[in-house]
């Protein structure tokens, strides 16, 4: 039972009367959808008055955190609930009951619940219990988001290897290499709370005694096996490739204590095919060699000491492309500045349609298409040629932008399908952009493409606004992108499935991440699944002179906060940027607090402009010491806007490219832009030969001690 709850005279007035309550929302509502609030935490939206109903899998059952009230927890595809009633238990449920129920939504010192129930039925027994998913003591505590929505609240949740001690009056504190959070013993599960290291699994529960209801957030166990000892040594962080050959790929990690280290992989998920032991330490540093070149594998590492066995998660990697040439070719929309070339002269005033057009004219195998919004006529008759002569075609679009295409391209026989497919209910957009040229053929991987970039396949986006695209020949990538492909397709074949299809949150993280393509470092996160917000941070952590980009939405405050982090702490650094002027005023924007405005102004202003572009700057790029070819210039690109949205909801790709030569190019782009927008500072870098390509790559930043 909840901390007091017993204080509250709220009493069933009525079970099963469905048939004569008025209900203000009819159909089953997503469970996501019910946790939208104000700003104070209290709920908001179409949902925070009247009746609704729910339908999920029974998290935690009748009897556990209460013997004389209703107080289960259930959950869908989308996040978790409470459902409470004071007063007899209508119905007993279990542990993987399928259940659906009709109340009001209310709150309860923070914590969302369906409430006032007058429908409970059990639809079906003895269902899978939805994973746990795994978060850390930040994330606990990071529940309440910037949109003011709690995606995570009643979940249920594990964190791993994390330290018990007690607070006192139920409360415990939990501890990992992430921070401190709380954990809540509720008296009637009868459970005896350990302290030292453990694995614990619950329900995450808020408890919030004033607003705004922003804040105490705690896990809650149900049963003594949800908490496990931790045995062996605690993982500081996960394996990370450092270095990727054809035939080999290393691999950097740390202990916390001192720990034998062993590095198990194969094709297959067991991991079987072999292993490599490294010595007592605690920054372990191994190679998987013999590989085969361009394959995919997976990993798992496993350290012990004299305590036991701990192991990481279960991850994929690649070797690097033995056939694949590697190309990368960069095209811009509007004017570059080439007499800043360091080896290559940007392709500027592109009319990109073109050179799409080019790619989907010479496919012989297949084309898999993922696009937010697709309206370009003449793209869309390359597609039917390629329909016509054999090539076969999968496409997938945003919902709300499905009626585009329909006539054109499903009445000639090509399936297309949008993020309301199968089980999916497109609450995020599908935002994603890009091509798959010919990889489902398997006799040859050297006209392997992938096309991407912030540009939509509409004239606006090809032709007009600014934006960027780049192609890859890369068969290694390809396959990375196929994958996450096949994963909204539902299937690897060439008839969707609707059963298997995920979109927005209900995405895995399934793809590799790292890859040595052309001697170049090559990263690549998928949202919502990938956490490619982190992975952006990083990349700005990495800079050490200097970060330029063009942005068409800026509201995150996660990337706003590493920028600023960046720009004020290391003496020297340059911060250069241009905001779509037509942006900048949405809540959250971080074009105010950069440019000196409101309460949470920066003491010191970058040199910022708002876009001085006839059409929009749809860019969404970034370039960390684009201009200081000896400190590992990096790109950031892809169709990832900065916002809470793409980072949690929206179907996006970012891909990060370590390569002095590409930052180049969109430098050549960025000062256009720059210029355009009013900015006039000296340009500073040093203009010099990057230097050879090596056969395989490095990542210097995972190189040194994590």
């Not at 910037?146 to 994390?162: C, G, M, Q, T």
């Not at 329909?387 to 090509?414: F, M, P, Q, S, T």
């Not at 007009?464 to 068969?475: G, R, S």
């Not at 793809?511 to 001697?519: D, E, N, Q, V």
Request: aromatic share 10%; proline share 4%; with cysteine.
């Amino acid at each position: 039972m909840l901390q007091n709850k017993f204080s509250f005279s709220r009493l069933l007035t009525a079970v099963f009367l469905f048939a004569i309550t008025f209900c203000a929302h009819s159909q089953i509502v997503s469970i996501a959808d019910l946790h939208k609030n104000t700003s104070t935490g209290e709920p908001a939206g179409s949902y925070a008055t009247g009746n609704v109903i729910v339908q999920g899998i029974v998290t935690c059952g009748t009897g556990v955190f209460s013997d004389t009230h209703l107080d289960i927890y259930i959950q869908d595809e989308t996040g978790g609930i409470n459902c409470f009633n004071y007063g007899s238990i209508p119905e007993n449920v279990k542990l993987g009951d399928k259940v659906r129920l009709m109340g009001t939504i209310e709150h309860y010192n923070g914590l969302t619940e369906l409430s006032d129930i007058s429908e409970l039925s059990v639809i079906n027994s003895d269902n899978p219990v939805p994973d746990a998913k795994v978060m850390t003591c930040r994330d606990i505590n990071n529940t309440f988001q910037a949109d003011y929505s709690e995606p995570d609240e009643s979940r249920l949740i594990r964190v791993k290897n994390v330290e018990i001690s007690t607070l006192g009056n139920g409360l415990y504190q939990i501890k990992d290499s992430t921070g401190t959070s709380l954990l809540y013993r509720d008296a009637d599960t009868g459970l005896d709370i350990p302290t030292g290291r453990y694995h614990v699994t619950g329900i995450l529960k808020q408890y919030d005694t004033s607003s705004p209801y922003t804040d105490g957030y705690e896990i809650c166990p149900r049963y003594p096996s949800d908490i496990i000892p931790a045995t062996g040594p605690r993982f500081i962080s996960q394996p990370a490739e450092t270095d990727i050959g054809q035939t080999q790929v290393r691999f950097v990690w740390e202990t916390l204590s001192a720990s034998t280290a062993e590095l198990k992989w194969g094709k297959t998920p067991d991991c079987a095919q072999g292993s490599t032991a490294g010595q007592t330490a605690t920054r372990h540093d191994l190679t998987i060699t013999s590989l085969d070149p361009g394959t995919l594998y997976y990993g798992q590492a496993f350290c012990s000491d004299s305590t036991g066995t701990s192991e990481s998660g279960l991850f994929l990697f690649n070797t690097a492309s033995a056939q694949a040439s590697g190309t990368m070719h960069v095209y811009f929309t509007q004017s570059v500045d080439t007499t800043l070339a360091l080896n290559t002269a940007a392709c500027g005033d592109q009319d990109i349609s073109t050179q799409l057009i080019e790619r989907i004219d010479a496919a012989q195998y297949s084309i898999d298409m993922c696009m937010y919004s697709f309206t370009h006529t003449s793209v869309m008759s390359a597609l039917l040629n390629a329909h016509a002569r054999g090539v076969k075609l999968r496409c997938i679009v945003e919902a709300e932008n499905w009626g585009n295409i329909h006539d054109r391209l499903e009445l000639h026989g090509i399936t297309v399908i949008t993020d309301e497919f199968g089980n999916n209910d497109g609450d995020g957009y599908m935002h994603d952009k890009f091509f798959i040229f010919d990889h489902r053929d398997s006799t040859s991987r050297t006209d392997d493409w992938i096309w991407t970039g912030s540009a939509n396949a509409s004239y606006y986006g090809l032709d007009l606004a600014a934006e960027n695209a780049i192609e890859i020949n890369d068969d290694v990538l390809c396959r990375a992108y196929t994958r996450e492909f096949n994963e909204m397709w539902g299937t690897r074949g060439d008839t969707p499935n609707a059963d298997s299809s995920r979109f927005g949150s209900r995405k895995r993280d399934n793809t590799p991440h790292r890859f040595s393509i052309g001697g170049k470092w090559v990263e690549l996160y998928m949202s919502p699944s990938d956490q490619s917000e982190r992975h952006i941070i990083n990349t700005i952590q990495s800079a050490e002179k200097s970060i330029d980009f063009c942005i068409f939405s800026f509201t995150s405050n996660g990337i706003e906060n590493a920028l600023r982090d960046r720009f004020l702490n290391v003496p020297g650094f340059t911060l250069r940027g241009v905001f779509e002027r037509d942006n900048i005023n949405h809540w959250g924007a971080a074009w105010p607090p950069m440019s000196g405005d409101g309460d949470y102004a920066w003491t010191q202003i970058p040199d910022i402009h708002l876009d001085g572009e006839e059409r929009s700057l749809h860019h969404k790029y970034m370039l960390c010491d684009a201009a200081f070819p000896g400190h590992q210039p990096a790109v950031i690109t892809g169709s990832h806007n900065w916002s809470i949205s793409a980072n949690t909801r929206n179907d996006e790709n970012v891909l990060i490219i370590q390569d002095a030569d590409i930052a180049n190019q969109y430098y050549q782009e960025f000062i256009e832009r720059y210029r355009q927008a009013g900015g006039s500072s000296p340009l500073t870098g040093v203009r010099e030969n990057p230097g050879p390509r090596q056969n395989s790559v490095q990542n210097p930043a995972l190189s040194q001690p994590l």
